[in-house]
C-alpha cells in the first residue's frame, strides 16, 4: 500500500469550514460491503476529505484571518483628531479679567511614512498566514496516513492471525490423528492446541489494536465511533523512490523553509516601520478664541514637534535589525535539520525495503519449501514434531518481520512526503505473501 499525501487533489475541493460538533457527511470513496451487518470501507482518500471538512486545527488558521484583517484595518486608521473646549478667567470678581472661551481642533500629522509601514507590516502576515494554513494541512494530512496506516497494518496482523489459526488447526488435527494411532505422544497433540491457542490470543490482540486504531483515526474528524472499516490495501507494495540528491532539492519548497521567507519579510516590515518612527510627527491646532466683554473673536493656530525622536527610535531598530539578522540563522539551522530528517527517512526507508524485498525472495519462499518437506516428513515418521513446528514458528515470524519492516518503511514515506509536498511513486512493487 502506498500512502499518498494527495493535500492538493483532495483539499482543494473540500471545504474546511463545517462546525465541529457536526456529524461528518457522506465521503466520496466510501463503499459499503453486502451482508446482514454493513460496514463502511472507507479509503484513505475519504478520511483526507473528513479530516479537511471537520478538523479544528484549520479553522483555527482561518480564524487567525479574521483577526490580522482586523489589524490590519486598524493599521490603515489616521491618528485621530481632538476636539477641545476652554474657559479662562472663570473667577468673575477678579479685576480686569474677562472670561474667554477658546474651541479649537487638534491632529497629527504622520510624517517618515508610519501609515504605509504599519499597513505594510498587517499585510504580510496576512500573506503568511496561507503558507502556515498550507503546512498545517500537510500536517495534518500525514498524520492522518499514519493513523490509516496503524489501521491497515493491524488489519493484517488479523489475517496472518487468522492463516495461522488454520494451519495450526490442520496441524492439530494431525497431531491428534497420530496420536490416536499410537505414532506420537499425546504431549504433542496437546503443544500443537498451545500453539493454536496463541494464534488466537494474537488475533484478539489484532482485532483490538484495530478497533484502537480506527477510533483514533475518527478522532481526528471529532468521532468517537469507528463504524467503518479500512480498505483492503497491501502495506508491502513499496515504491522506488527518487534519490537522495534530487529529494534534497524539493525541499526549498516545503513549507517549513518557505515560512522563513514570510517571516522574513514581516521582519523587513517591522524595521521599516521602526526607521519610520526616527521622524518626528507634527502636531497643529487650531481654535477661535471669544471675549465675552469686548466681544472680540480671534483666531488661534500652533503646532508642536517631539525632540528626540532619533535617539528614542535607535533601540526598536537595532531589535528590529537584530531579528531581521538572526532570521537567516535560523533558516540555516532549519535546513539543516530538514536535511537530517530527509536522511534519516530515506535512509529507513531504503533499509526496510530491501529487507522486505529479501525476505519476499529469499527467506519466504525457502522456508515454505522447507516446510512442505518437513510436513511430509513427519506424515512419514522421518521427522519429529519439534523439527515441523520450528520451522511454521520460523515462517511465521519471517511474515510478521516482513510486515514490521514494511510498517517502517511506509511511515518513512510518510515523512518524505511530508517534507517534499511530492508524490514519490515511481513503480511500486507487490510483495503479498500470507
Known sequence: ??????????????????????????????????????????????????????????????????VLAAERDLAALRPPMEAGFELENLVPDAPGRTLEATLSLAGVFERGGKPDARRALAQTRIDALALEREAARVDLLAETARRYLDAVVA??????????????????????????????????ALAAQAMQAQAELRRARAQAEGEAARRSLAMLWGTPEADFAVTDADPLALPEIAPFAELRALLEHTPELRRFGDQRRIAEARLQLARSARTPDIGWRLGVRHDQDSRDVSLLGGITMTLGSRTRAQPEIRAAEAELALLSVEREAGDLALQATLAEAHGRYLVERAQVQRLQADVLPQLARALTQTERAWSAGAATYLEWAQLLDARRDALRQQLDAAEAAQRALIELQRLTGEPLARAATTGDTR
Open 1 to 66: 500500500m502506498l500512502l499518498r499525501l494527495t493535500a492538493c487533489a483532495v483539499l482543494a475541493a473540500a471545504p474546511c469550514l463545517v462546525p465541529a460538533q457536526a456529524a461528518p457527511p457522506a465521503v466520496p470513496g466510501v463503499s459499503t460491503s453486502p451482508g446482514p451487518t454493513t460496514t463502511q470501507v472507507l479509503t484513505l482518500d475519504a478520511a483526507f476529505v473528513r479530516v479537511a471538512q471537520a478538523h479544528p486545527g484549520l479553522r483555527l488558521v482561518d480564524g487567525r484571518g479574521a
Open 155 to 188: 488489519a493484517r496482523h488479523q489475517r496472518l492471525a487468522d492463516d495461522e489459526i488454520a494451519e495450526q488447526a490442520r496441524v492439530v488435527a494431525a497431531a491428534r490423528r497420530r496420536f490416536e494411532a499410537g505414532a506420537a505422544p499425546e504431549a504433542v
